[in-house]
DNA sequence: ATTAGCATTCTAGAGCTCCGAGTGCTAAGC
DNA sequence: GCTTAGCACTCGGAGCTCTAGAATGCTAAT
């Protein structure tokens, strides 16, 4: 618990030295190590003491007697507030980012590079997701025959995502033309939510007077032609084998894979904590309290707009022992990217 | 070196039980055990001979002196080629896999759900491929207006497969409309491999005389809209996390996650081992010969096919040590099942 | 051709010691 | 009154030795 009061000028400075020590080296900090790199000659004692009252405020942690410290959650979370987010990303990285992203006009393809280029650039796991969800406002539809009793729906969303789906239905050709342009005629802006809604009304009541039309909507609707689920999401992720070189035993390690090969928990993760109408980047300091086998992991995520529409979010999963200014750094760079490239494109 | 001859009726069958033992146990298996689980009451120091034999004959190796032996890759081919293949799965895994596979009509879900299944049963990697390449036959393309000067290119194959790509392009939909056309009555049913060559000759020849039509063709092509090189394949893998339980040091285990990250890689070693034209499971031992972080994994895998055509191929990699009779089972009964469902639903 | 017996080899693991890092406390110093 | 030096104490980890057990290969007997 975050006992606030007892932090003063010198505790913030030595709990800022403290975490960032820890982060470099991963081993626990003791107060001689500190008072080596501490700029004001401060004396091991001295800092014995600051450490203590630290660790009675929670923000440290002893492994055990004899070892030195450990920042806590809290701590993080303190650290990450005093972050001034000044930093810049270095020309290095700005040019693997740029030289991945190019030229892509693709909101998908956007997200796949980008889930990449993170786990590249932060050494830990890049998430990407693509949202495909009720909020999406629809661009159009698109229905073809395919083969004897299938159909393909594809959808495309405002934002640029395209999904398809083949269904099991026997229409003729000129049926689904007539839907389709029923459709895009209709709801062509529309939430997708809304337009099902509406849809969903309209079907009820006027079941009594279908006409050939409406019974071929009907069909497709009822089929899932209209995309729109979560399985609509579309998520990468990408880099699971930076987690390796971690310090967690397999049991844990093994878990901490299966997790992020269930897209749909890491889905809920990002949803849970990624607000849309936040603007900068965010991070959330102890994932276990949703996902169990990341205790011990971060967050470090911003949404993904073009403009004031949203089209997804991007993250970087990672130990606490994160570089957290350098991540936030290039999580928001990317983000801003994001907006530029996909706006000067449309 | 499989010094062929020294394989008589005994060696054989004590062969058989190492391999059985040691992937049951993973520990190298001595003379003691051996006498002990075999049938007719031969002597440790028998075995020893035999063994000793099998050793020189290349089929065994000892990691030390005083240790058991253990299987050479050529013990695994030659186990797995002896095997009868008779074996067919249990209810329960079939239960499973027509769970997760029933209904499914769309060839790329059908590829996804079933790279999960092959990992659920196997406990190993699960990867399926489906093929996107130069001989897939072409459906029909579609093109659509997307915003200001970008242009949705949607292609089908005969396969069932949707690729969609957005390009940078300012055409007119009514032009997009007439292109489309153009190449559907033109080359449906030809291979995209086919097709573009045509396209490209016919391209360079009338170049002269371009009319309105082949303007815009030659633009949508020259962009990319008519999909068919590598990157339209799609690749699905799942189940790394299953590899944290194997023998590996840290080290390699990340190598070997990373390798399974690069699915361009993962495509070639399937499309390098997998031959089209082969009709049963394939097995191959000893990747490291393509992949070098593959030293001690195998592949076991199947073409997927419609009546007679390939659609792609679905495969389990996992360490030498795999349960090979169970998992070439499942694989060739999920390869058959793929034919059967995707076939009746044409 | 098998098998029993035996000397030999080698590893994994248990037990042990010792070193170093770190702590908290107390008493002296500025 | 804050800071520091000094000191006794704690504890984990590295390194060492030693042993038990599992295998082996060979030889000689059956």
Redesign the pocket.
């Given at each position: 618990m975050p006992s606030g009061p007892p932090i003063g000028e010198?505790e913030r400075e030595i709990l800022t030295a403290i975490v960032e020590t820890f982060i470099a080296t991963g081993?626990?900090?003791?107060?001689?190590?500190l008072a080596r790199s501490n700029r004001e000659?401060?004396?091991?004692?001295?800092?014995?003491?600051v450490?203590?009252d630290l660790?009675d405020a929670g923000y440290l942690e002893?492994?055990?007697?004899?070892?030195?410290?450990v920042p806590s959650s809290e701590a993080y979370r303190y650290y990450v507030e005093q972050l001034t987010g000044r930093a810049s990303l270095s020309q290095e990285d700005q040019g693997i980012i740029k030289d991945s992203l190019h030229g892509v006009s693709d909101v998908q393809e956007f997200m796949e590079r980008t889930s990449r280029v993170l786990s590249l650039i932060s050494h830990n796991v890049g998430i990407t997701v693509a949202v495909g969800g009720p909020k999406n406002a629809l661009e159009h539809v698109y229905f073809s025959r395919l083969g004897d009793q299938k159909v393909l729906a594809v959808l495309v969303t405002r934002s640029g995502l395209v999904r398809d789906r083949v269904l099991r239905l026997d229409l003729p050709q000129a049926d689904l033309d007539a839907a389709a342009r029923f459709i895009n005629d209709n709801f062509r802006g529309w939430t997708m939510e809304a337009m099902r809604a509406e849809l969903a009304r309209r079907l009820e009541q006027e079941r009594s007077e279908y006409d050939r039309l409406m019974k071929s909507v009907e069909q497709l609707y009822r089929q899932g032609a209209l995309i729109a689920d979560e399985t609509a999401q579309v998520v990468f992720v990408e880099g699971a084998s930076n987690l390796v070189t971690g310090e967690q035993d397999r049991q844990r390690l093994q878990e901490l894979l299966q997790t992020l090969e269930e897209k749909k928990k890491i889905v809920e993760l990002l949803g849970a904590y990624l607000d849309a109408k936040q603007e900068a980047v965010r991070v959330v300091i102890g994932l276990d309290e949703a996902l169990p086998s990341m205790r011990n992991f971060v967050l470090i995520g911003a949404p993904a707009r073009v403009g004031d529409d949203v089209m997804g979010s991007l993250a970087v999963i990672g130990p606490t022992r994160i570089d957290y200014q350098h991540t936030m750094t290039a999580v928001s760079y990317i983000a801003r990217l994001f907006d530029k490239i996909l706006n000067e494109s449309e």
């Amino acid at each position: 618990m975050p006992s606030g009061p007892p932090i003063g000028e010198r505790e913030r400075e030595i709990l800022t030295a403290i975490v960032e020590t820890f982060i470099a080296t991963g081993d626990p900090v003791g107060s001689r190590t500190l008072a080596r790199s501490n700029r004001e000659g401060l004396s091991p004692a001295t800092i014995r003491n600051v450490m203590a009252d630290l660790a009675d405020a929670g923000y440290l942690e002893q492994p055990h007697t004899s070892a030195g410290r450990v920042p806590s959650s809290e701590a993080y979370r303190y650290y990450v507030e005093q972050l001034t987010g000044r930093a810049s990303l270095s020309q290095e990285d700005q040019g693997i980012i740029k030289d991945s992203l190019h030229g892509v006009s693709d909101v998908q393809e956007f997200m796949e590079r980008t889930s990449r280029v993170l786990s590249l650039i932060s050494h830990n796991v890049g998430i990407t997701v693509a949202v495909g969800g009720p909020k999406n406002a629809l661009e159009h539809v698109y229905f073809s025959r395919l083969g004897d009793q299938k159909v393909l729906a594809v959808l495309v969303t405002r934002s640029g995502l395209v999904r398809d789906r083949v269904l099991r239905l026997d229409l003729p050709q000129a049926d689904l033309d007539a839907a389709a342009r029923f459709i895009n005629d209709n709801f062509r802006g529309w939430t997708m939510e809304a337009m099902r809604a509406e849809l969903a009304r309209r079907l009820e009541q006027e079941r009594s007077e279908y006409d050939r039309l409406m019974k071929s909507v009907e069909q497709l609707y009822r089929q899932g032609a209209l995309i729109a689920d979560e399985t609509a999401q579309v998520v990468f992720v990408e880099g699971a084998s930076n987690l390796v070189t971690g310090e967690q035993d397999r049991q844990r390690l093994q878990e901490l894979l299966q997790t992020l090969e269930e897209k749909k928990k890491i889905v809920e993760l990002l949803g849970a904590y990624l607000d849309a109408k936040q603007e900068a980047v965010r991070v959330v300091i102890g994932l276990d309290e949703a996902l169990p086998s990341m205790r011990n992991f971060v967050l470090i995520g911003a949404p993904a707009r073009v403009g004031d529409d949203v089209m997804g979010s991007l993250a970087v999963i990672g130990p606490t022992r994160i570089d957290y200014q350098h991540t936030m750094t290039a999580v928001s760079y990317i983000a801003r990217l994001f907006d530029k490239i996909l706006n000067e494109s449309e």
